[in-house]
């Protein structure tokens, strides 16, 4: 049984490798007409039969492959969609059939790896349907499934409906493993190849005995069906035979019980004639004919009773008859049936013994390739032998290189010596250059920092200039909101009194030059001495532009006499011509401000 586990792990490994190969070049997604594919699950559906325990049937023993893979369902929910889907198969009626539907979703699921694996761990609920000595209950088991790992890189697309799963032959090809001489030229250099065709051939050997053996128990078996076949139909023949006497038997009870009760009836017709006769004629005279009726009467009774017993015979006789007759068919129906597995076992054999024929022919085939591959493994030994010749005279060339290069060695030694000092003062130059290099990059490094530094201050200046112009901006625009937005004054404040401050400091930055100081004069004195506007040449704020209405009244700059809004003119300030306070425009308001703090 070691041989056998051993045989099967090969042929496993052989086609798992040999499919992946194959699946490489041509395309990783495979059909069911693909033959290396085939060939595969035909090895594992040979794997799992083997060590399956006999259950006994009506037509002999029986190895059901359904039953392990059933059970894997109870203990691996994900198995369930497979096995409804398998069920639910219409063309589908032998559970082997069942079991290799089974097999092909697990590939397509790429999944087969890791429900075999159940089988193999739970070795104690499995032992029920396999022997100990198994391949799925041994270590050879665990390597299977190793191997079905890597099959996860291909991705099969197999139409499960249309193959005819339940009449499908479960043979290994090996013709697809046995290469030939023109192939395998090169691979034959490696002992470990020339162990793998041995394995083969003892696999192919221990294949046919176990064919033979199958051959002679099936031939035991058709040899005893047909020695019960001959016993059943003597036996019907025998039956027949009882059950024609008996029809005859039957007929001559009812012949005789149709002439019985015929003359019976007759006799009692003239009995009853003669009976009442005499009871006319002696009615009146013999008064003791009384007694005579009476026992006539009595005589009538008793032919009555044996009539009915007849009738009841004559019923149990019709019913055996009829159970007999159902008998008849039942016999007949189980010949039948026992001639159709006689027939079925028949094919079989037939198929078997041409298996058979085909395996001895490839058995030597391969014997005959086997001593074609002894030649040239004959033919290799010679060349391996002139190889290691010539490997000789290539070592003793090799040696006489050898003690050349000794002396040419010895030669530049000396060389080297007088070499020695020059490189010495070279190697202290090139010190002192590299010494100087590194100064100089030392020095560039930091003249580079310190422009980076350079470059980052000039940039760093030059978004503070562009943050002050943009906060020039905003102080502008911060003017006009806070004109706009004093009913929020007393939020803002501080806002305001920054803004103050900073119009101080212009005003502290153009207070240092005189000739702004008189422009700004001149321009007050200008400002002083324009005409006042009238109200009806002014549409709109001269200053923010907004559009007078009945909300957004007018008003006059007591200084400049320009019409503004309220919002732009909402500033009071003495002026020379009015010694109290009068409402002047925002532009007004800066310049006679600017105008007191130079003064100040």
Not at 135 to 162: H, S
Not at 237 to 245: F, G, L, M
Not at 342 to 362: D, G, T, W
Not at 577 to 598: E, N
């Amino acid at each position: 049984m070691a041989i056998e586990r051993a045989n099967l792990l090969k042929m496993a490994n052989l086609s798992v490798k040999g499919l992946i190969e194959s699946a490489l070049s041509f395309g990783r997604t495979l059909d069911s007409d693909y033959a290396p594919l085939q060939q595969f699950f035909i090895v594992m559906e040979h794997c799992l039969k083997h060590g399956l325990k006999v259950k006994k049937s009506f037509l002999g023993q029986n190895k059901s492959l359904w039953g392990p893979l059933e059970l894997v369902e109870k203990l691996c929910p994900e198995v369930a969609e497979i096995v409804t889907s398998v069920r639910d198969l219409p063309g589908l009626k032998t559970p082997l059939g069942r079991a290799r539907a089974w097999l092909r979703l697990a590939m397509m699921q790429k999944k087969l790896a890791d429900y075999l694996r159940i089988i193999v761990f739970r070795k104690d609920l499995f032992s029920e349907f396999y022997e100990d000595h198994a391949v799925m209950m041994e270590e050879e088991g665990m390597v299977i499934v190793g191997l079905l790992v890597g099959l996860n890189v291909i991705d099969a697309n197999l139409c499960v409906k249309g193959e005819d799963l339940d009449t499908m032959v479960g043979v290994i090809d090996f013709s697809m493993y046995l290469k030939g001489d023109n192939d395998n030229n090169g691979c034959f250099e490696s002992d470990g190849q020339i162990s793998a065709i041995l394995d083969q051939k003892n696999y192919v050997e221990e294949l046919n005995r176990q064919l033979n053996s199958t051959v002679g128990s099936l031939q035991g078996r058709v040899s005893s069906l047909e020695t019960a076949n001959s016993k059943l139909i003597e036996e019907l023949a025998i039956a027949k035979n009882s059950i024609i006497r008996l029809q005859e038997e039957n007929l001559q009870f009812r012949n005789d019980n149709v002439e019985m009760l015929i003359t019976a009836q007759k006799q009692l017709e003239l009995e009853k004639q003669s009976m009442s006769e005499d009871l006319e004629a002696c009615q009146g005279c013999h008064p003791g004919m009384d007694d005579v009726y009476n026992e006539a009467h009595r005589q009538l009774r008793a032919e009555s009773r044996l009539r009915q017993d007849v009738e009841s015979d004559l019923l149990v006789q019709i019913s055996m008859k009829q159970e007999i007759e159902i008998a008849m068919k039942l016999l007949e129906k189980d010949i039948h049936e026992k001639q159709d597995a006689l027939v079925s076992l028949r094919h079989q054999l037939e198929e078997v013994k041409a298996i058979n024929v085909e395996m001895f022919k490839k058995l030597k085939g391969s014997e005959d390739g086997l001593k074609q591959k002894s030649e040239m493994m004959s033919q290799l030994e010679e060349k391996t032998h002139r190889v290691t010749a010539a490997m000789k005279q290539i070592e003793q060339r090799l040696q006489q290189a050898e003690r050349e290069q000794e002396m040419e060695e010895k030669g530049s030694y000396k060389c080297r010596h007088e070499l020695g000092g020059k490189v010495d003062m070279l190697q202290r130059a090139s010190d002192q250059k590299e010494q100087q290099l590194i100064q100089l990059e030392t020095d560039l490094k930091i003249e580079k920092e310190w422009r980076r530094a350079l470059q980052n201050d000039l940039k760093r200046e030059r978004n503070t200039i562009s943050e002050l112009r943009a906060q020039t901006q905003q102080l502008s625009a911060l003017k006009k909101e806070f004109l706009g937005l004093q009913e929020e004054n007393g939020q803002l404040q501080r806002i305001c009194n920054d803004q103050e401050q900073a119009l101080q400091e212009l005003g502290y930055k153009l207070s240092e030059s005189k000739l702004k100081i008189e422009t700004i004069k001149e321009a007050n004195k200008a400002l002083q001495g324009l005409v006042w506007l009238k109200d009806r040449d002014a549409a709109c704020c001269k200053l923010c532009g907004k559009e007078f209405s009945i909300s957004t009244r007018k008003h006059h700059c007591r200084n400049c006499g320009e019409i503004f809004c309220n919002a732009c003119s909402d500033n009071e300030l003495p002026l020379p011509s009015s010694p109290k306070p009068v409402r002047v425009c925002d532009t007004c308001h800066a310049l006679l401000l600017q105008q007191c703090s130079s003064n100040t």
